[in-house]
């Protein structure tokens, strides 16, 4: 039986929203108004007379694929393997690393720390400005944010935090057993919880390798 924590609000706030991962061109997208870039990208997603965007990293080995028409110029769209495109798996994947970071050495606690912000967790406080960047439009209820937003900048920095972190990602293997096991909206087993970090590993080395591009995540 799983136990359960009072609620963080950042994770409830993203219950039942689902998470679409991009990769596009920042200059690009500067020299759009600001207040149609989300626009811009949903509609590269979802493209006209659907609700349904299209089958993202389909068949692709590396999770990454060009959406139809225009957008495949200046973006690209992850598929990730690990979820089912909820947002949920990535808020309690962040919870989990709050709750279980204070019990890791801090040669591991720090890369680890860098890589997630702005991704998994303090997406509001650590995003180096990308969420500015994608302002919503005011009057607009459809387009009024972005879950994440990574610009080009903060990216090489992540990368190299990864390549510091995942040969340590066994070291938290007790921590969490300690912290997260059994308990309700957290990753189900440490195996998940790797998994899913692993993915990110891999967005975030791909992302960083195109200069001058960055991540962005819409509901």
């Not at 609620?7 to 929203?17: K, Q």
């Not at 969420?131 to 190299?160: I, N, T």
Request: overall charge negative.
């Amino acid at each position: 039986m799983l136990r359960s924590r009072q609620a963080d609000p950042a994770y409830a706030a993203v219950m039942g929203r689902d998470l679409t991962l991009l990769m596009a061109d920042w200059g690009w997208l500067g020299a759009v108004p600001a207040e149609s870039r989300i626009e811009l990208l949903e509609d590269a997603v979802w493209p006209s007379g659907t609700d349904v965007p299209y089958e993202a990293g389909h068949g692709r080995d590396d999770g990454w694929s060009r959406p139809p028409g225009p957008g495949s110029r200046w973006c690209a769209v992850y598929g990730f393997s690990t979820t089912t495109g909820a947002h949920a798996p990535h808020a309690r994947a962040g919870a989990a690393w709050a709750d279980l970071r204070s019990l890791v050495d801090a040669s591991v606690r720090e890369p680890m720390d860098a890589f997630l912000d702005g991704l998994l967790r303090n997406v509001d406080q650590a995003s180096g400005g990308g969420r500015e960047f994608f302002p919503p439009a005011s009057a607009d209820r459809w387009h009024r944010h972005v879950l994440l937003a990574c610009p080009p900048e903060v990216l090489p920095g992540k990368a190299r935090a990864w390549e510091r972190l995942e040969p340590r990602l066994e070291e938290l293997r007790g921590p969490f057993t300690a912290a997260c096991e059994g308990w309700a909206g957290r990753p189900d087993t440490f195996e998940d919880f790797v998994a899913l970090l692993r993915e990110w590993g891999d967005v975030t080395g791909t992302a960083a390798a195109h200069r001058g591009w960055g991540l962005v995540g819409l509901p």
